[in-house]
């Protein structure tokens, strides 16, 4: 008799990625295809968030038009995750805190940060991380996974302190192969702290595809691992995304510890400015499907059926945007030029001796 076995792999494998289907409420041309899932937002509320996804298109294409001539530094271009990016803030709360990765500028100013200093920040000037007082937010992160940690105890202190704030923060479909990224979830997991943990999953990290990082079906049942909730949605599509996040933040506020999501979405131009080419790495059928099925033409259509957006509109939004870049950079151009005693005196309180004297010396040479 054949000895039977005692583990069917087929099985495991096949049952694991059932748990996470794709959410999804307006289709690629605009079409409600969920009605029950319908978020609760007035028509002005859904024209807002229109607003913050074309201002962020138009600032994406000025971004890299300024970065071209050389007046914008390091730049992450976001094109094409309008809906990942602003859908999900517009879900949280202005006292939120937020912990993004570098590519996510545009939620960090809709929450606060003057444009002004965004683009500082793309400049490598002290100034663009200087906050205002009541900005809930750490600038954007380079070391991919480190604001999963991070967010992880943010959200720990909100907890501890009684408060009812959470904090959120963004990788990508790289970042969940780091081990921060891990340990973030897994802490936050452990400690029930009320923390968001979005995954923007964009089909590639830097040059390679997301099938590259991991065997996992989705990346949202990386939560299994945590015990944690995880949620796939459609990143392309701003309700399911806002809704998702809505829900998520509830349960998190309401104690229950932390949520994955991971929304399906694609950056329509290179990794960052800094040299990357996409048609070395991906094909022009990729980017005409995904072209498709961008955020903007789906919630265009959507409002213009329901008589809430045309034209018109947009286009005035558009020039208005354009207006407030031109403004902010010109008001980047009069931060005072960086100097080393300025770099010296931030690094301590109590300056050590061998600061002191540093600081000393640059202070007389920066005096001549
Ligand atoms: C810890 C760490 N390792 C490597 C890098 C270099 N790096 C910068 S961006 C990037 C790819 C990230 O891809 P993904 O997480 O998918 O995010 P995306 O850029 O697509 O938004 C890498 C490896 C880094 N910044 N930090």
Redesign the pocket.
């Known amino acids: 008799m054949a000895k039977h076995a005692a583990v069917d792999f087929e099985q495991l494998l096949s049952g694991q990625a059932t748990d996470f289907p794709e959410i999804q409420i307006l289709n690629e041309t605009g079409e409600v295809v969920n009605p029950d899932l319908m978020p609760d937002l007035e028509d002005d509320q859904l024209v807002a968030l229109m607003r913050q996804m074309v201002w962020s298109r138009v600032l994406d294409q000025r971004a890299t038009a300024l970065n071209r001539q050389g007046r914008l530094g390091f730049y992450?271009p976001t094109a094409g995750e309008e809906a990942s990016q602003l859908a999900s803030a517009f879900a949280m709360k202005k006292t939120d805190w937020l912990l993004g990765?570098?590519?996510d500028v545009p939620q960090l100013i809709q929450h606060g940060l003057p444009l002004a200093k965004a683009f500082l920040w793309s400049r490598g000037h002290v100034v663009g991380n200087e906050y205002p007082a009541d900005l809930h937010a750490l600038p954007p992160q380079?070391?991919?996974?480190?604001q999963y940690v991070q967010t992880a105890g943010v959200a720990l202190g909100l907890k501890k302190n009684g408060s009812d704030e959470v904090a959120w923060t963004y990788?990508?479909?790289?970042?969940t192969s780091?081990g921060d990224f891990y340990e973030g979830v897994n802490f936050a997991g452990a400690f029930k702290a009320p923390a968001i943990l979005v995954v923007?999953n964009?089909g590639?990290?830097?040059s390679v595809p997301r099938a590259k990082q991991t065997a996992a079906e989705t990346l949202a049942q990386k939560a299994v691992a945590m015990g944690i909730p995880g949620i796939q949605v459609d990143g392309m599509d701003a309700l399911a995304v806002y809704e998702v996040m809505k829900e998520a933040r509830a349960f998190t506020a309401a104690g229950n510890g932390p949520v994955l999501i991971e929304t399906l979405t694609y950056?329509y131009g290179p990794?960052t400015l800094s040299g990357d080419d996409p048609t070395r790495y991906r094909s022009k059928e990729t980017d005409e499907l995904w072209q498709k099925r961008d955020p903007l033409i789906r919630m265009r259509q959507f409002l213009t059926s329901k008589g809430l957006w045309d034209k018109e509109q947009e286009d005035a939004l558009i020039d208005q945007t354009k207006a407030e870049i031109k403004a902010a950079i010109n008001e980047a151009d009069q931060a005072p030029k960086q100097t080393v005693s300025r770099f010296l005196k931030d690094t301590y309180e109590v300056a050590p001796q061998n600061v002191k004297a540093q600081l000393a010396a640059y202070e007389a040479k920066e005096a001549k």
């Open positions: 992450a990765g570098y590519r380079i070391i991919i996974g480190a990788t990508g479909d790289g970042g780091q923007q964009n590639f990290a830097i950056r990794h």
